[in-house]
């Protein structure tokens, strides 16, 4: 299964979500069932693949539905995040050039496209308007330097080596050279002639502290599958400095495999290679790649709109906690009591030292009397909204004449909105969470 069938199998379980009329537990299951099935044919580890199952269907139903979005919106959602992390999460690599000349060393076994990325890495950075140069210390593979040069030098990248020195010797003289003609990067590109993890690692080793890389890469085949992250998790515990080249993913059957083995590990995956040419370089960015694998930009708007409006509401009961609610919190409010029941029967529901002093007589907003303060909350300009103090007699008369209600519907709202305000004044930020469970943020 190619990256695509994968993106195209799992688009297919996502959007049979959108089908169903109800979501319960039998329709998440379905849909966990068919991105297992897409995940392993794309040679996922079991275990990885049973972690995710089990998030996504212990999410979607204990995570609280947010006013105005639904439980179909939550499931969406928590598949989204849950194959992110599955594939690095949303952190993005830093791409950073700490000093010059900044020194890359590439280390990978033989037939892992390290010498193609390391043109790839040339490219990129030369277009970042880094001065950059190669240096070839493959001196083991006849050809190397030659097809170094055929790759790079048509981009207008100098590249040094000499294959009858040794490579230690080679790297120590393409730094002096390429420091004194004023380089921002060196990249370094070696032998890959051990097909053994630990003789890789150890060759590196020796290499880098012979030169004192100020970064060591691993370039590795997405061909190689969940092997990959053996080979990463190797590399990760030999050097804290490295990160990962992962190359040959644009069809690789094995590409989300290799991806979530390595992401596994805790290595970085800085970039991928998603094609033969020089040109098809990309860092690696979790969320973009899922976005692209599923074809399903609108899930990610969805999610951010749910992550905005929680963000909103908490920012909401911290404002209200510290003494500044408004009519317009007020608002808010409202709307979701019309879901929810009349104020009084909500109140009930919280601790004991959190209920309202209030007398039922003044709670007793019937669906009436709620439909018409929501009017008279629309009338009101957003200034009146957010600094309820300056509504007088007259604004009262406009408002009232706006939303089509009395004067009289506009002094209830007010005492009401102005006596639940006096309360939560004496509401302490230590039961933040009382509030928190009853906003349901």
């Given at each position: 299964?190619?990256?695509?069938?994968?993106?195209e199998?799992?688009?297919?379980?996502?959007s049979?979500?959108?089908?169903?009329?109800?979501?319960?537990?039998?329709?998440?299951?379905?849909v966990?069932?068919?991105?297992?099935?897409?995940?392993?044919?794309?040679?996922?580890?079991?275990?990885?693949?049973?972690?995710?199952?089990?998030?996504?269907e212990?999410?979607?139903?204990?995570?609280?539905?947010?006013?105005?979005?639904?439980?179909?919106?939550?499931?969406?959602?928590?598949?989204y995040?849950?194959?992110?992390?599955?594939?690095?999460?949303?952190?993005?690599?830093?791409i950073?050039?700490?000093?010059?000349?900044?020194?890359?060393?590439?280390?990978?076994?033989?037939?892992?496209?390290?010498?193609?990325?390391?043109?790839?890495?040339?490219?990129?950075?030369?277009?970042q308007?880094?001065?950059?140069?190669?240096?070839?210390?493959?001196?083991?593979?006849?050809?190397?330097?030659?097809?170094?040069k055929?790759?790079?030098?048509?981009?207008?990248?100098?590249?040094?080596?000499?294959?009858?020195?040794?490579?230690?010797?080679?790297v120590?003289?393409?730094?002096?050279?390429?420091?004194?003609?004023?380089?921002?990067?060196?990249?370094?590109?070696t032998?890959?002639?051990h097909?053994?993890?630990?003789a890789?690692?150890?060759?590196?080793?020796?290499?880098?502290?012979?030169?004192?890389?100020?970064?060591?890469?691993?370039?590795?085949?997405?061909?190689?599958?969940?092997?990959?992250?053996?080979q990463?998790?190797?590399?990760?515990?030999?050097?804290?400095?490295?990160?990962?080249?992962?190359?040959?993913?644009?069809?690789?059957?094995k590409?989300?495999?290799?991806?979530?083995?390595?992401?596994a590990?805790?290595?970085?995956?800085?970039?991928?290679?998603?094609?033969?040419?020089?040109e098809?370089?990309?860092?690696?960015?979790?969320?973009?790649?899922?976005?692209?694998?599923?074809?399903?930009?609108?899930?990610?708007?969805?999610?951010?709109?749910?992550?905005?409006?929680?963000?909103?509401?908490?920012?909401?009961?911290?404002?209200i906690?510290?003494?500044?609610?408004?009519?317009?919190?007020?608002?808010?409010?409202?709307?979701?009591?019309?879901?929810?029941?009349?104020l009084?029967?909500?109140?009930?529901?919280?601790?004991g030292?959190?209920?309202?002093?209030?007398?039922?007589?003044?709670?007793?907003?019937?669906?009436?009397?709620?439909?018409?303060?929501?009017?008279?909350?629309d009338?009101?300009?957003?200034?009146?909204?957010?600094?309820?103090?300056?509504?007088?007699?007259?604004?009262i008369?406009?408002?009232?004449?706006?939303?089509?209600?009395?004067?009289k519907?506009?002094?209830?709202?007010?005492?009401?909105?102005?006596?639940i305000?006096k309360?939560?004044?004496?509401?302490?930020?230590?039961?933040?969470?009382?509030?928190?469970?009853?906003?349901?943020?």
């Amino acid at each position: 299964m190619t990256l695509r069938r994968l993106g195209e199998s799992l688009a297919k379980a996502v959007s049979k979500l959108g089908r169903v009329a109800f979501i319960d537990r039998k329709v998440i299951k379905e849909v966990i069932r068919d991105i297992q099935r897409a995940l392993l044919m794309a040679d996922v580890s079991v275990e990885l693949v049973v972690k995710l199952s089990e998030n996504i269907e212990k999410r979607v139903f204990e995570e609280e539905v947010p006013l105005g979005f639904t439980r179909r919106d939550i499931a969406l959602k928590v598949v989204y995040e849950e194959l992110l992390k599955l594939l690095g999460g949303e952190k993005s690599p830093e791409i950073r050039v700490t000093k010059k000349p900044y020194v890359v060393m590439l280390v990978g076994i033989q037939g892992s496209g390290k010498t193609t990325s390391a043109a790839k890495l040339a490219y990129f950075f030369k277009n970042q308007g880094l001065k950059t140069a190669l240096i070839c210390a493959d001196n083991f593979r006849p050809g190397a330097l030659v097809q170094l040069k055929q790759l790079a030098e048509p981009y207008g990248v100098p590249v040094y080596g000499d294959p009858q020195k040794d490579p230690v010797k080679v790297v120590k003289e393409g730094i002096e050279y390429f420091t004194k003609g004023k380089f921002d990067m060196i990249i370094v590109d070696t032998a890959g002639r051990h097909k053994e993890e630990a003789a890789l690692i150890n060759e590196m080793k020796a290499l880098a502290k012979a030169i004192t890389p100020d970064e060591v890469m691993l370039v590795i085949d997405a061909t190689m599958g969940k092997q990959a992250g053996v080979q990463a998790l190797h590399f990760h515990k030999a050097t804290p400095i490295g990160s990962i080249f992962l190359t040959k993913l644009d069809g690789a059957a094995k590409g989300g495999g290799a991806l979530a083995a390595i992401v596994a590990t805790g290595a970085k995956i800085k970039f991928i290679g998603v094609g033969e040419k020089v040109e098809e370089i990309e860092v690696f960015e979790p969320t973009a790649f899922v976005n692209r694998l599923l074809g399903m930009g609108d899930l990610r708007a969805l999610v951010d709109k749910i992550r905005a409006y929680k963000a909103l509401e908490k920012d909401r009961i911290e404002r209200i906690l510290s003494g500044k609610f408004t009519l317009l919190d007020f608002k808010e409010q409202l709307r979701a009591m019309r879901k929810m029941g009349p104020l009084s029967k909500i109140l009930e529901l919280l601790p004991g030292g959190l209920a309202f002093k209030v007398s039922s007589a003044e709670l007793q907003l019937t669906e009436t009397k709620i439909k018409k303060w929501m009017a008279a909350l629309d009338s009101m300009t957003e200034e009146e909204l957010l600094s309820p103090s300056i509504i007088d007699r007259s604004r009262i008369r406009r408002i009232a004449k706006g939303a089509g209600v009395t004067t009289k519907d506009i002094k209830d709202l007010l005492t009401t909105y102005n006596l639940i305000k006096k309360q939560l004044k004496r509401v302490s930020k230590r039961r933040f969470k009382y509030m928190q469970s009853f906003f349901g943020v």
